[in-house]
């Protein structure tokens, strides 16, 4: 199974500006692509779009080579999940899976027993979406997507509403749906710590243009234009104009030494736990450094930077497109 989008340009009316340009992305049986950018920048539009709840100005939807983008939503394949939990609060969630299940694969039981279990909700199914958590309705939500017997599943931050202490298992569910679903998975989301984590491909999306797209550690560690490496990351790159050349560098990047490449004097510190940040102001301007939280550098402390070069990254001023 795979899905193919191609040049996919949609808006919300004939008037409008495009919400989404042109966008261009390939998703592989097995895999998820998770799509990161910040609030406004189409991810939601796109989603939209390839399910058909939007209709595409141009480009096309290719669901196993063949081309959906002027099929109605019911007739794509493609199941749909937001942040927001669709499920019938007057029924229970074993009623709210038998729904679609039934609909889609005639014989249900064994399919949503087994479908459940993966998904964690088998011990919930008796209650009512009110009687569960946040996360357990998202589950179930996932749960009768899958038992629609898609060939793409699309996720819009389905987990956005669980607790801070509980995100850290979105990659776990997401790798067990993966694993349940074994087709193309599209997972949106704004927070770029989940998209690393949780996608085998990552694509960057800003002012709905995909400005990057690979390997996930690649895109960190080798943006491809300014707005990627601005927006990706706890904290911002260090950016500096020579030239004509804009350098950059992340903060976990710059070392504390005897002799470095900028001089400068501590003028904050905030500590993370087993780090810490330095913001340091120097010739070159305000610098942000990593260091482990035991150093002793604090404030007004003078200290000496080192730039290495293999972590230093240069875009082209006007452009901002990297330079390699």
């Known amino acids: 199974m795979t899905l ?3 040049g996919l340009t949609a808006g919300y009316s004939s008037r409008s500006a495009a919400a ?44 196993n080579g063949k081309s959906v983008v002027k099929l109605p939503p019911q007739e794509r394949r493609i199941a749909m999940v937001f942040q927001d939990d669709a499920l019938l609060p007057h029924l229970t969630l074993r009623k709210n899976l038998q729904l679609i299940a039934t609909r889609r ?20 199914l008796a209650k009512r979406p009110n009687q569960c958590s946040g996360g357990e309705r998202q589950r179930a939500s996932i749960a009768r997507a899958l038992l629609s017997n898609p060939d793409a599943l699309l996720l819009d931050e389905p987990f956005a509403h669980l607790d801070p202490a509980l995100r850290h298992l979105v990659r776990e569910e997401v790798v067990r749906v993966r694993h349940r679903f074994g087709g193309p998975i599209v997972y949106v989301t704004h927070d770029h710590a989940e998209a690393m984590s ?24 080798h943006p491809a234009t300014l707005a990627v490496a601005r927006f990706l990351g706890d904290r911002t ?15 976990e990047c710059v070392e504390l030494a005897a002799e470095g490449d900028v001089h400068g004097r501590i003028v904050a510190r905030e500590t993370t736990g087993a ?50």
């Not at 539009?45 to 669901?63: E, H, K």
């Not at 014989?107 to 919930?124: D, F, G, R, Y």
């Not at 990593?290 to 875009?315: C, K, M, Q, W, Y």
């Open 105 to 124: 694969n005639g014989n249900t039981t064994a399919a949503l027993q087994e479908t459940a279990s993966v998904l964690h909700v088998n011990h919930v």
């Open 237 to 251: 790159m260090n950016l500096f104009v020579e030239n004509g050349v804009t350098l950059g560098i992340r903060p």
């Open 20 to 63: 989404i340009s042109d966008v261009t992305l390939n998703v592989e049986s097995a895999t998820t692509l998770a799509i990161v950018g910040p609030s406004g920048a189409g991810k939601t539009t796109l989603l939209r779009t390839i399910g058909g709840l939007l209709r595409a100005r141009g480009g096309d939807v290719r669901v």
């Open 198 to 221: 949780v996608g085998d491909m990552l694509a960057v999306l800003i002012e709905g243009r995909i400005e990057d797209q690979g390997d996930p550690q690649r895109v960190y560690d």
């Open 275 to 324: 780090d810490a940040f330095l913001s340091v102001d120097t010739q070159r301007g305000r610098v942000l450094a990593r260091i482990p939280a035991a150093s002793a550098a604090g404030n007004g402390d003078l200290v000496a930077l080192r730039f290495p070069e293999r972590a230093v990254r240069r875009f082209d001023t006007q452009t901002g497109r990297a330079i390699v």
């Open 4 to 6: 193919e989008i191609g």
